[in-house]
């Protein structure tokens, strides 16, 4: 044993935590369907270029894995390509359906064999997909913790059985992830222990803590009704909390009518508030406060937190300042402060509108008050990169138990893609649950989610993002799709660049923070959210649970698209300007922004998807 006395002193004991989720089972299991899944969007994408394999059953196909030095020059004589194969079948839009049970490789001259590890076709396909030494780098951390966040969810998966009776808040920590973006999990910035804490698939109900914050650096924001933030905090908070809050501030000389208070994430508070905003918290500007007592579950989003003690509370959502599917998971604090001001248009086009209101009867789930912090460096500095204008505040949204009626229940659309342990859908539940058809089923689900969806873009030139995120499923109380809610106004609203009659009652504030999108571009946004980024998984699911096939998939939803419109006539103009029929539609990338556009660098706007080509649109024909 060491002894202290000859100047060597005893390490510190401490237990390491040994995650009983990661075993060898788990990790080839979900190596296999991860990289089946990267096969696939990178092929869909064009960043590889699969082939037909010669001499083989038909759907089987070749990837020629050119090898590269560390340098990255071609690779010397004596090393030899290697080669995938791997067997797919082909589906809407040009996808590529990989088989994850079939993958085999061949490296030089040898035989092949069954291959299951993602990270080491990465390495192997570095030259291949075109990938600097610093993005290959990232690129497999971010796989190796979204590979390590899959096998904890495949370690607590229930059946679709269970799932059907969980409540919107417990479902959210049992999906999987962005269907589309290989690496949805990566969340750069957290360790092995904020995962543990803050991912929703832990599945962890925490109080958050609250701070004050000077008027000075704090803006609010309301709609009316809460027009004040006094308003706010005595729905939102207990008045003995209110009063505690105010104590603490009062023990430290201060007045608390010149505070403004707001929940913080305790990982934001530790990685970026307290080291990045320490002058104002040294000037007492920022204020530590202790926690309201509520419980709340952190849902898809990361950020965004549903009250589990008091579902009639608002959700809210906090900056995180963690590199996670393309983007920082900040808020901009132009965006924040405009929050309410979007929700209060979005809510009076849809009050105003009798088909919205009474024939859809659409969920808008506003973002009715914001508290938005200013960096009093960082916001000033336009060029900076735009993760640090985008580090304080908070957007209260309204919660959506508020809205539903006796019987209806809400679960996310992302939940449908959902397979459990034994390969069944969510979406198969569900249907036999409901007792209906499954033609009937999907029908009565396109017209809960389309006709409200089509009349904000043909009628107002405004579209959402309609994403399996922010695209709530309103259910009867026999599981039949009876209506749409919407989520994430501020982030996820575009707008028409040509200006429509509709949009005259905009307010200024509105107008300056909403991105706007040429017609014949704005379509796109129901296509990649919806169409591309949804159903696009959806069809080959009900193909194989439902028997229905992908064809009369595409021409329910064609159909449901072409009885809107016989409904209102007098858009024809509109269906012209929007048209979402098209032979063809641009291939929106969203790997390709991660391995070729942006990479890993810092910018100083958010990134977009990247744009590749053209691929056939299934609504084209019927």
Same mark, same amino acid.
């Given at each position: 044993?060491?002894?202290?006395?000859?100047?060597?002193?005893?390490?510190? #004991?401490?237990?390491?935590?040994?995650?009983?989720?990661?075993?060898?089972?788990?990790?080839?299991?979900?190596?296999?369907?991860?990289?089946?899944?990267?096969?696939?969007?990178? /092929?869909?994408?064009?960043?590889?270029?699969?082939?037909?394999?010669?001499?083989?059953?038909?759907? #089987?196909?070749?990837?020629?894995?050119?090898?590269?030095?560390?340098?990255?020059?071609?690779?010397?004589?004596?090393?030899?390509?290697?080669?995938?194969?791997?067997?797919?079948?082909?589906?809407?839009?040009?996808?590529?359906?990989?088989?994850?049970?079939?993958?085999?490789?061949?490296?030089?001259?040898?035989?092949?064999?069954?291959?299951?590890?993602p990270l080491r076709f990465l390495v192997l396909a570095r030259k291949t997909l075109g990938l600097d030494g610093a993005t290959l780098g990232h690129l497999i951390r971010e796989l190796t913790v979204t590979l390590s966040a899959d096998t904890r969810i495949d370690h607590t998966a229930v059946s679709s059985a269970r799932l059907a009776d969980l409540g919107y808040a417990e479902l959210e920590g049992h999906q999987?992830?962005?269907?589309?973006?290989?690496?949805?999990?990566?969340?750069?910035?957290?360790?092995?222990?904020?995962?543990?804490?803050?991912?929703?698939?832990?599945?962890?109900?925490?109080?958050?803590?609250?701070?004050?914050?000077?008027?000075?650096?704090?803006?609010?924001?309301?709609?009316?009704?809460?027009?004040?933030?006094?308003?706010?905090?005595?729905?939102?908070?207990?008045?003995?909390?209110?009063?505690?809050? /105010?104590?603490?501030?009062?023990?430290?000389?201060?007045?608390?009518?010149?505070?403004?208070?707001?929940?913080?994430?305790?990982?934001?508070?530790?990685?970026?508030?307290?080291?990045?905003?320490?002058?104002?918290?040294?000037?007492?500007?920022?204020?530590?406060?202790?926690?309201?007592?509520?419980?709340?579950?952190?849902?898809?989003?990361?950020?965004?937190?549903?009250?589990?003690?008091?579902?009639?509370?608002?959700?809210?959502?906090?900056?995180?300042?963690?590199?996670?599917?393309?983007?920082?998971?900040?808020?901009?604090?132009?965006?924040?402060?405009?929050?309410?001001?979007?929700?209060?248009?979005?809510?009076?086009?849809?009050?105003?509108?009798?088909?919205?209101?009474?024939?859809?009867?659409?969920?808008?789930?506003?973002?009715?008050?914001?508290?938005?912090?200013?960096?009093?460096?960082?916001?000033?500095?336009?060029?900076?990169?735009?993760?640090?204008?985008?580090?304080?505040?908070?957007?209260?949204?309204?919660?959506?138990?508020?809205?539903?009626?006796?019987?209806?229940?809400?679960?996310?659309?992302?939940?449908?893609?959902?397979?459990?342990?034994?390969?069944?859908?969510?979406?198969?539940?569900?249907?036999?649950?409901?007792?209906?058809?499954?033609?009937?089923?999907?029908?009565?689900?396109?017209?809960?989610?389309?006709?409200?969806?089509?009349?904000?873009?043909?009628?107002?030139?405004?579209?959402?993002?309609?994403?399996?995120?922010?695209?709530?499923?309103?259910?009867?109380?026999?599981?039949?799709?009876?209506?749409?809610?919407?989520?994430?106004?501020?982030?996820?609203?575009?707008?028409?660049?040509?200006?429509?009659?509709?949009?005259?009652?905009?307010?200024?504030?509105?107008?300056?923070?909403?991105?706007?999108?040429?017609?014949?571009?704005?379509?796109?946004?129901?296509? /990649?959210?919806?169409?591309?980024?949804?159903?696009?998984?959806?069809?080959?699911?009900?193909?194989?649970?439902?028997?229905? #096939?992908?064809?009369?998939?595409?021409? /329910?939803?064609?159909?449901?698209?072409?009885?809107?419109?016989?409904?209102?006539?007098?858009?024809?103009?509109?269906?012209?300007?929007?048209?979402?029929? #098209?032979?063809?539609?641009?291939?929106?990338?969203?790997?390709?922004?991660?391995?070729?556009?942006?990479?890993?660098?810092?910018?100083?706007?958010?990134?977009?998807?990247?744009?590749?080509?053209?691929?056939?649109?299934?609504?084209?024909?019927?």
């Open positions: 044993m060491p002894n202290p006395s000859a100047g060597q002193i005893p390490l510190p #004991t401490a237990e390491l935590h040994d995650p009983p989720e990661l075993t060898r089972r788990r990790w080839r299991e979900g190596g296999c369907r991860l990289l089946a899944k990267m096969i696939g969007e990178f /092929a869909y994408e064009e960043v590889i270029q699969p082939e037909p394999a010669a001499g083989e059953a038909p759907g #089987t196909y070749r990837l020629r894995l050119e090898q590269a030095e560390p340098d990255g020059a071609t690779a010397s004589a004596g090393q030899k390509d290697a080669c995938l194969t791997f067997r797919a079948r082909r589906g809407s839009y040009g996808s590529w359906y990989v088989d994850p049970t079939g993958l085999a490789l061949t490296e030089g001259d040898g035989p092949a064999a069954p291959f299951s590890d999987t992830g962005h269907p589309w973006i290989v690496l949805n999990k990566g969340r750069i910035g957290f360790s092995a222990g904020d995962t543990d804490r803050w991912a929703p698939e832990a599945r962890r109900s925490t109080s958050l803590p609250w701070i004050a914050v000077h008027t000075s650096l704090a803006v609010y924001r309301g709609v009316a009704g809460l027009g004040t933030a006094q308003q706010l905090y005595a729905r939102e908070l207990a008045a003995e909390t209110q009063e505690s809050f /105010a104590a603490l501030l009062r023990a430290r000389g201060l007045d608390p009518r010149e505070y403004l208070y707001l929940p913080v994430h305790p990982w934001q508070w530790d990685e970026i508030v307290l080291p990045l905003f320490a002058p104002s918290v040294a000037a007492d500007a920022i204020v530590p406060l202790c926690s309201d007592g509520d419980l709340r579950l952190p849902q898809q989003s990361i950020r965004t937190f549903l009250n589990v003690s008091r579902p009639d509370r608002h959700t809210v959502k906090l900056p995180l300042s963690v590199l996670n599917t393309l983007v920082w998971r900040g808020l901009p604090t132009g965006r924040t402060i405009a929050a309410p001001a979007v929700t209060a248009w979005m809510h009076a086009l849809r009050d105003a509108d009798p088909f919205l209101r009474n024939e859809c009867g659409v969920i808008l789930l506003g973002e009715v008050a914001s508290v938005a912090v200013e960096h009093p460096v960082y916001d000033g500095l336009p060029e900076v990169p735009y993760q640090y204008r985008e580090l304080l505040g908070a957007i209260w949204r309204e919660p959506l138990g508020q809205y539903l009626a006796p019987g209806e229940r809400a679960r996310t659309l992302a939940s449908l893609t959902h397979t459990d342990p034994d390969g069944r859908a969510l979406v198969a539940e569900l249907v036999e649950r409901s007792g209906l058809a499954p033609e009937v089923w999907l029908r009565r689900l396109f017209t809960a989610l389309l006709p409200p969806l089509l009349h904000f873009l043909y009628r107002y030139g405004t579209v959402f993002s309609p994403h399996g995120e922010n695209t709530i499923v309103v259910f009867d109380d026999e599981d039949v799709p009876v209506r749409l809610a919407v989520k994430d106004f501020v982030d996820d609203v575009n707008v028409s660049s040509v200006p429509l009659p509709e949009q005259n009652s905009m307010p200024e504030a509105v107008r300056e923070v909403l991105l706007t999108e040429p017609p014949g571009f704005l379509t796109q946004f129901i296509h /990649a959210g919806l169409f591309v980024g949804v159903f696009r998984y959806l069809a080959p699911l009900c193909e194989e649970q439902l028997h229905v #096939t992908e064809t009369d998939f595409w021409s /329910a939803v064609r159909a449901e698209i072409l009885r809107y419109q016989a409904h209102t006539p007098e858009l024809k103009e509109r269906y012209e300007m929007f048209d979402l029929l #098209t032979p063809r539609i641009e291939r929106l990338c969203l790997n390709r922004n991660r391995l070729h556009l942006d990479g890993y660098r810092d910018r100083p706007q958010r990134p977009h998807a990247a744009v590749h080509g053209t691929v056939p649109n299934p609504l084209h024909q019927p």
